[in-house]
């Protein structure tokens, strides 16, 4: 938590900073696309949120997994903390890339590899979430969330990879850590965006584990007083 | 004790995950015909689609074939080894044009026509300005439905599964030498 507090302040400003460089870059002053026009800065909001969706996926479920095996209270809490967020990310790309898709493909949705299986991320999602608060003892809650999230994780590769496994009407990856599809000009507010998008992340997670960790807090003092209540109830 | 039963866990953990890794492989695999989004024309003469069969058709529309008349939409689509003709009656979305790569759903009628209900435009992965995009053309390095200049990995199509196999890539036209430095 020390670490946490320490990054907090950076995370919170650099995420600030770079929305407030990159939204105006991807919007407005960036270079409308050859073939798509304007429609273009829509990918500025997608693509980073498609990456966040799968890397908080990630980060969730290394959280659960070192929960589930060591019992690491503080992971646990990350995993959860994070989910919302990631959740929040997935909807963002499906939303956005729907937009797109209409003018672009001329549908709203289809069924291809890559939109089915975010789609089901999402879900998993949603899932992750309600199936932790369904318990009456919250650590049973959190462990079955936990087993979610680990068997969820299987399908983020197929997300990352669908486009090359099948032929999906999505297009393939303009970036790999080797290669470039696009110009440059339009490289920038995407970085830009990306790393906005990840601050804004560590902030958020830094927020909610703070307050799940009050939360757990409170819970214990309650019980303790109850505990409290009952001795002196016994003893009167 | 407590460091046995962690160490079990954490088999117990990875043997999951690789079984249903395993597991998740061998039904993608099983279900590889209903996971492709549409078929190449030389997929569906190789599989002999029956008329009632509502089927998706992917390819490049072949430069030339595209005849309007009002509302009513004929064109060839081809994956460069086989071309179908595809009839449609409807609003084209904006990317749809000549060379560009599409889908189409509908159906084949007896005569091998393919009657589309549906067209949707496949988008390539290349992002560039409009004038990033001239200057390429104009110097020849590069023309539209190619790879981009300088980007040699096999494969690497406007959209795989479109693309003949034969083709090679393009390599670029290396650029004008740069001026003679003055005496």
């Given at each position: 938590?020390?670490?946490?507090?320490?990054?907090?302040?950076?995370?919170?400003?650099?995420?600030?900073?770079?929305?407030?460089?990159?939204?105006?870059?991807?919007?407005?002053?960036?270079?409308?696309?050859?073939?798509?026009?304007?429609?273009?800065?829509?990918?500025?909001?997608?693509?980073?949120?498609?990456?966040?969706g799968?890397?908080?996926?990630?980060?969730?479920?290394?959280?659960?997994?070192?929960?589930?095996?060591?019992?690491?209270?503080?992971?646990?809490?990350?995993?959860?903390?994070?989910?919302?967020?990631?959740?929040?990310?997935?909807?963002?790309?499906?939303?956005?890339?729907?937009?797109?898709?209409?003018?672009?493909?001329?549908?709203?949705?289809?069924?291809?590899?890559?939109?089915?299986?975010?789609?089901?991320?999402?879900?998993?999602?949603?899932?992750y979430?309600?199936?932790?608060?369904?318990?009456?003892?919250?650590?049973?809650?959190?462990r079955?969330?936990?087993?979610?999230?680990?068997?969820?994780?299987?399908?983020?590769?197929?997300?990352?990879?669908?486009?090359?496994?099948?032929?999906?009407?999505?297009?393939p990856?303009?970036?790999?850590?080797?290669?470039?599809?696009?110009?440059?000009?339009?490289?920038?507010?995407?970085?830009?965006?990306?790393?906005?998008?990840g601050?804004?992340?560590?902030?958020?997670?830094?927020?909610?584990?703070?307050?799940?960790?009050?939360?757990?807090?409170?819970?214990?003092?309650?019980?303790?007083?109850?505990?409290?209540?009952?001795?002196?109830?016994?003893?009167? | 004790?407590?460091?046995?039963?962690?160490?079990?866990?954490?088999?117990?953990?990875?043997?999951?995950?690789?079984?249903l890794?395993?597991?998740?492989?061998?039904?993608?695999?099983?279900?590889?015909?209903?996971?492709?989004f549409?078929?190449?024309?030389?997929?569906?003469?190789?599989?002999?689609?029956?008329?009632?069969?509502?089927?998706?058709?992917?390819?490049?529309?072949?430069?030339?074939?595209?005849?309007?008349?009002?509302?009513?939409?004929?064109?060839?689509?081809?994956?460069?080894?086989?071309?179908?003709?595809?009839?449609?009656?409807?609003?084209?979305?904006?990317?749809?044009?000549e060379?560009?790569?599409?889908?189409?759903?509908?159906?084949?009628?007896?005569?091998?026509?393919?009657?589309?209900n549906?067209?949707?435009?496949?988008?390539?992965?290349?992002?560039?300005?409009?004038?990033?995009?001239?200057?390429?053309?104009?110097?020849?390095?590069?023309?539209?439905?190619?790879?981009?200049?300088?980007?040699?990995?096999?494969?690497?199509?406007?959209?795989?599964?479109?693309?003949?196999?034969?083709?090679?890539?393009?390599?670029?036209?290396?650029?004008?030498?740069?001026?003679?430095?003055?005496?």
């Amino acid at each position: 938590m020390k670490i946490a507090n320490a990054i907090f302040p950076w995370a919170a400003g650099l995420a600030v900073l770079l929305f407030a460089v990159g939204l105006p870059i991807a919007l407005v002053t960036s270079p409308p696309d050859y073939q798509q026009g304007e429609t273009v800065r829509i990918l500025y909001l997608h693509v980073p949120a498609a990456v966040m969706g799968e890397m908080i996926y990630y980060a969730m479920a290394s959280g659960s997994a070192a929960y589930l095996i060591w019992r690491h209270p503080m992971a646990g809490l990350v995993a959860k903390a994070s989910a919302p967020v990631g959740a929040m990310f997935t909807a963002l790309c499906l939303i956005c890339g729907m937009l797109w898709g209409e003018p672009m493909w001329g549908t709203f949705w289809v069924w291809d590899a890559r939109l089915t299986s975010t789609l089901i991320m999402f879900f998993i999602y949603l899932g992750y979430i309600a199936l932790g608060d369904a318990f009456e003892d919250p650590e049973r809650g959190d462990r079955a969330a936990a087993i979610l999230a680990l068997v969820g994780v299987v399908n983020v590769p197929i997300i990352k990879f669908s486009v090359n496994w099948w032929n999906t009407l999505h297009q393939p990856a303009s970036l790999s850590l080797t290669k470039s599809n696009m110009s440059g000009e339009m490289l920038l507010p995407l970085f830009l965006m990306m790393g906005a998008y990840g601050m804004f992340y560590v902030t958020v997670l830094v927020i909610r584990v703070r307050s799940e960790l009050l939360a757990a807090k409170i819970r214990n003092a309650r019980m303790s007083q109850i505990a409290g209540n009952e001795a002196a109830q016994a003893i009167g | 004790m407590s460091m046995t039963r962690k160490r079990r866990r954490l088999y117990f953990v990875m043997l999951g995950l690789l079984g249903l890794g395993a597991g998740t492989a061998l039904v993608l695999t099983a279900f590889q015909d209903n996971i492709v989004f549409f078929f190449s024309p030389t997929e569906v003469a190789e599989r002999h689609v029956t008329p009632d069969q509502r089927i998706r058709i992917g390819g490049l529309v072949e430069k030339g074939s595209v005849q309007k008349n009002g509302e009513n939409i004929s064109f060839s689509l081809t994956d460069l080894s086989k071309t179908m003709t595809v009839q449609y009656k409807g609003l084209l979305p904006d990317l749809f044009r000549e060379g560009q790569g599409i889908v189409a759903e509908g159906r084949v009628d007896p005569s091998g026509v393919f009657i589309a209900n549906e067209i949707m435009a496949k988008h390539d992965e290349k992002y560039m300005p409009r004038e990033v995009a001239d200057a390429l053309k104009k110097s020849g390095r590069w023309k539209e439905g190619e790879p981009m200049p300088g980007d040699i990995r096999p494969g690497n199509a406007v959209s795989d599964g479109l693309k003949p196999t034969s083709e090679t890539p393009v390599t670029p036209v290396a650029p004008a030498a740069p001026a003679a430095p003055q005496p």
